[in-house]
């Protein structure tokens, strides 16, 4: 495996131990910013209402039992030890697992699939499968397409509990931090104080993203560690003061006496103690920022220990101070000595904007992820760093985030309420997580289906059993993620069904070869200087929008460029695999087809260096067609790819070391965009190449050049929708309506695609689905 794809790089166990230290030490900030600021409110949540007044300490030391034992099977053993496994080329997530699957098993859903695909060095696994020992399982989900639709569903809705935790998490996170000012004034002055401060926080909070994360992102490690190692003073410091005995709940004993006790007021409480695990996902979901290594090493020397130092700390506090069970002081900072509760709420403000802060930015991530897949409106997506790749800010959605989190935190004022909504939403992505591995270790791994019924039964169990503590407390608190995700799932499902059915229609009516070819003078067809990318979602054919195009302004440019811009199920494409490049017609007709792959994660380049890229690579093209002894037809009469190939940026390098042969002179160069200011594209004309060809090739590199020169025109179908007559009112209702209202109040496709307004040109298309 290449140890740097897309810029980000993907540290191999060969590191050396410093390095792995290091990288740690940064992951201690951005992975687990979120699950460390838990302490705050997870007792404070457990023991709100559902827990009557006692003088004893079982139910404490029940709670505690709950923490320690959710930590250690949850975060610890099933995401540490066993999920992160499952990586996408180091890559983690809801979208890593969906790839595996997809990759292993014929159930994707995305259009314009290639058997070219295949042979993406990030598309291969390091365990390939044994094509003669095909599961039955694996047959079984191939065969039904409502499965098909069912798996990704089950994506989509574990995409969309992300974004919603991304509502949840700030907004509980600067809360419970700030709450610590309940300590220092009246109840009255401080439910008129905490509300203001947390807005005023979350403003600010959003209102810095587009400066992006870099720029203070190293702060984020020193002050996550700071807060660990404060919470894990404070929890020795109360163990030793309060109750040295508390490591007792250690015992599993005291969960089965906490049920037994509390009954069923103690089973809703679990959804309070269900925050403890806040954040584990995000181990996952950010492993290819970091090394396996590094995020099992940070979890369990410093982050684990901690957080269990915390919550004995507070337990044991608690188990001497059964008087503030009714209070509202009861919290974190009711364990925390007078003296150190300043510096200890300024340090905890900090952690939770830090916390917050990276489930933002893992939205923005989800978010383009699920853009690319074709299941999410176009937005915006604009790159807050030039040197560190992936990290992006999205402007509609950070302001939709800051307006849902302001109106969570006015409109719930309570932390078991924000409680209650996020423990719903951070435990439903643990079951997506936890039935998608199940299925990769069945499809990818080769373990026995009874070894993946283990995995999903005993973790699932578990999370279930908090799942269901949750969504009893649907009235209070738990519909807001339930809302949330409905709404969100309509529109990924529409936008996903109408872009679909779009490219069905696309293939339905393009055009064929033999039409292009016809077009000519004796038409009155005229071939205008310039270069025309013309944009379609098909592999092959003409697309229907060039034929209304060349049917109401008879011309087109002399060199001709079908672009189709797609997405592949892998998380990055190298860029010397990106385009796909082969000839449309013969060679004197100057038109191409180029097919530019993307793996969900990678980020489209600017329009310039696209420009210069496709370009070089409509050249590496022309030079290995004529050194492999001529043309080829990419589009032959069934509409398959022939002669499509890989044209990438060192693959002139290549040839030339495989023919080795000597520099050539300056008059056999030449040389595209003679600008300085734009980037250099060399055409390098062999030496040992027959007379005729290389006249050919010199001619067809010439007329590149000179289209060049004259610039390019970006050719894009606007499209109209409308459902059939005699559809079904479901489908008119998510056509006619949802769909047609999203596509006018989203990006157009020229902003998705980055394509400069001053050379774009659109050609309107009905489409009837």
């Keep these: 495996m290449d140890p740097e794809i897309g810029s980000i790089p993907i540290f191999q166990k060969k590191d050396s131990w410093k390095t792995m230290l290091f990288l740690a030490y940064q992951s201690l900030g951005v992975v687990y910013g979120d699950l460390s600021i838990s302490p705050l409110y997870v007792f404070k949540s457990t023991f709100a209402e559902d827990i009557t007044h006692s003088e004893t300490n079982e139910e404490i030391f029940g709670a505690l039992s709950f923490v320690f034992w959710t930590l250690t099977l949850v975060p610890l053993f099933k995401y540490v030890f066993i999920v992160l496994r499952a990586d996408d080329n180091g890559e983690g997530g809801t979208f890593a697992l969906y790839s595996l699957i997809c990759r292993h098993a014929n159930v994707s859903l995305l259009p314009n699939r290639q058997v070219a695909d295949e042979d993406l060095s990030t598309y291969k696994y390091e365990h390939p499968p044994e094509t003669t020992n095909r599961s039955r399982i694996k047959i079984w989900l191939e065969k039904h397409k409502s499965l098909h639709v069912a798996l990704l569903i089950v994506v989509m809705l574990g995409t969309c509990m992300v974004i919603g935790d991304g509502v949840l998490t700030p907004a509980i996170s600067v809360f419970s931090a700030v709450s610590g000012l309940e300590l220092s004034m009246s109840k009255h002055h401080h439910e008129y104080a905490v509300v203001p401060i947390t807005c005023f926080i979350l403003v600010c909070l ?183 790749h992936g990290q992006i800010y999205i402007p509609e959605v950070n302001w939709m985030l800051m307006i849902l989190c302001i109106a969570v935190a006015v409109g719930f004022r309570d932390i078991k309420h924000m409680g209650n909504a996020s423990g719903l939403a951070v435990i439903t992505v643990m079951l997506v997580t936890t039935c998608l591995t199940s299925l990769v270790m069945i499809l990818c791994w080769h373990k026995s289906p009874f070894l993946a019924l283990v995995f999903l039964l005993f973790f699932g169990s578990i999370e279930l059993l908090y799942f269901s503590a949750s969504l009893i407390k649907f009235l209070e608190g738990a519909w807001l993620p339930i809302l949330l995700a409905l709404f969100l799932m309509i529109i990924m499902f529409v936008w996903h069904y109408a872009t679909i059915k779009k490219y069905e229609f696309d293939l339905h009516n393009k055009v064929s070869l033999d039409w292009l070819l016809a077009l000519g003078e004796k038409l009155g067809i005229v071939r205008v200087p310039g270069i025309a990318l013309v944009y379609t979602d098909l592999i092959a054919g003409v697309p229907a929008n060039f034929s209304h195009f060349v049917t109401n302004l008879p011309a087109f440019h002399r060199i001709l460029v079908f672009v189709c811009v797609k997405s592949v199920p892998v998380p990055f494409v190298p860029p010397a695999e990106r385009y796909l490049v082969g000839r449309v017609g013969p060679p004197n007709h100057r038109s191409y087809r180029c097919i530019v792959r993307y793996g969900y994660r990678d980020v489209q380049e600017d329009i310039n260096a696209f420009e210069s890229e496709l370009i070089a690579s409509l050249s590496d093209f022309v030079w290995l067609e004529a050194s492999l002894g001529g043309h080829q037809s990419s589009e032959a009469a069934d509409g398959h790819e022939y002669g ?24 056999n160069t030449i040389e595209l965009a003679p600008d300085t200011t734009v980037k250099k594209v060399r055409f390098f004309l062999e030496e040992n190449s027959g007379s005729a060809l290389s006249e050919a090739v010199r001619e067809e590199l010439e007329d590149l050049l000179a289209a060049r020169e004259f610039g390019c025109t970006f050719i894009l179908g606007h499209s109209h929708v409308r459902a059939k007559p005699g559809s079904s009112i479901m489908k008119k209702l998510a056509i006619d309506v949802a769909y047609n209202f999203l596509r006018r109040n989203c990006r157009g496709p020229d902003v998705a695609l980055r394509v400069p307004p001053a050379s774009l040109l659109e050609v309107g298309m009905v489409y009837v689905l």
Aim: charged share 10%.
């Design 206 to 388: 959003f209102a810095l993203q587009h400066y992006g994360t870099h720029r203070v992102g190293i702060l984020f490690a020193p002050v996550v560690l700071t807060w660990l190692l404060c919470i894990g003073g404070l929890g020795i410091y109360n163990i030793i003061r309060w109750n040295q005995h508390v490591y007792q709940a250690l015992s599993p004993y005291y969960m089965f006496k906490f049920l037994k006790k509390t009954k069923k007021g103690g089973w809703m409480s679990l959804g309070g103690i269900l925050l403890c695990i806040t954040g584990s996902e995000a181990m996952f979901a950010d492993l290819g920022h970091f090394s396996y290594t590094a995020i099992q090493v940070a979890f369990t020397f410093i982050v684990y220990p901690s957080l269990i130092l915390a919550y004995m700390g507070q337990a044991a506090y608690l188990s001497k101070h059964h008087r503030i069970y009714t209070s509202y002081q009861i919290g974190f900072y009711a364990s925390v000595p007078e003296c150190l509760r300043w510096p200890v709420l300024g340090i905890a403000i900090l952690a939770s904007v830090v916390g917050s802060q990276a489930i933002i930015s893992g939205t923005f991530s989800i978010i383009n992820q699920s853009q690319s897949l074709g299941c999410f409106p176009r937005v915006k997506v604009v790159h807050t760093s030039e040197k560190i």
């Design 644 to 667: 499509l190939t890989v044209a990438g940026s060192n693959l002139l390098a290549r040839r030339r070391l495989d023919y080795n042969t000597a520099l050539p002179s300056e008059e």
